[in-house]
T-cell receptor, first 115, second 109 residues
Framework: GAGVSQSPSNKVTEKGKDVELRCDPISGHTALYWYRQSLGQGLEFLIYFQGNSAPDKSGLPSDRFSAERTGGSVSTLTIQRTQQEDSAVYLC?????????????FGQGTRLTVV | DQQVKQNSPSLSVQEGRISILNCDYTNSMFDYFLWYKKYPAEGPTFLISISSIKDKNEDGRFTVFLNKSAKHLSLHIVPSQPGDSAVYFCHQTGNQFYFGTGTSLTVIP
């Protein structure tokens, strides 16, 4: 597809279970970012990947969160032992470069609900 | 530490009037800014940008102003239309893509 694709679009999980969220960036985009938006809040940076460089994980809220990007393309965000406060919309974005003056393209997001 | 702030969480404007959305930043190292627009259940989409070499950038009904000395930028929408109702995020490029907290704009028909 032409845009950033995220799956699933909605996920309901029980507290304590692990979840995996997937992001397919735009083909050729070297930079990939994960954000989350909790209800009534802004966009919270989680992690970014740039090419083959080590990812910047400084935004991950706890060690229950991890992400990987295989082959410089698809990325998976994993949340272990989910908690209710993890409920949010998780947004993935990609851009053609981490050179500053470029826009990011966002996916539709995955709405995660932890019950 | 919130490096990009949008102090107005919401704004209501009559159709046809001007909408002004504001954003303040603290880090002058990265002087390129973008505004994104977000509809419910959709990801943000790029709207307009401005770099430090300019103090104004205009695209149709949308104009962004940058005041570097005040570390402030604003987005003007004129005339406002009901379809402009959305959440607007100010975004400063840099190592960690700081976004503002967003301003929810409602344009009343």
């Amino acid at each position: 597809g032409a845009g950033v694709s995220q799956s699933p679009s909605n996920k309901v999980t029980e507290k304590g279970k692990d979840v995996e969220l997937r992001c397919d960036p735009i083909s050729g985009h070297t930079a990939l970012y994960w954000y989350r938006q909790s209800l009534g809040q802004g966009l919270e940076f989680l992690i970014y990947f740039q090419g083959n460089s080590a990812p910047d994980k400084s935004g991950l809220p706890s060690d229950r969160f991890s992400a990987e990007r295989t082959g410089g393309s698809v990325s998976t965000l994993t949340i272990q032992r989910t908690q209710q406060e993890d409920s949010a919309v998780y947004l993935c974005a990609s851009s053609s470069s981490l050179i500053l003056n470029t826009e990011a393209f966002f996916g539709q997001g995955t709405r995660l609900t932890v019950v | 530490d919130q490096q990009v702030k949008q102090n107005s969480p919401s704004l209501s404007v009559q159709e046809g009037r001007i909408s002004i959305l504001n954003c303040d930043y603290t880090n002058s190292m990265f002087d390129y800014f973008l505004w994104y627009k977000k509809y419910p259940a959709e990801g943000p989409t790029f709207l307009i940008s401005i770099s430090s070499i300019k103090d104004k950038n205009e695209d149709g009904r949308f104009t962004v102003f940058l005041n570097k000395s005040a570390k402030h930028l604003s987005l003007h929408i004129v005339p406002s239309q009901p379809g402009d109702s959305a959440v607007y995020f100010c975004h400063q490029t840099g190592n960690q893509f700081y976004f503002g907290t967003g301003t929810s704009l409602t344009v009343i028909p």
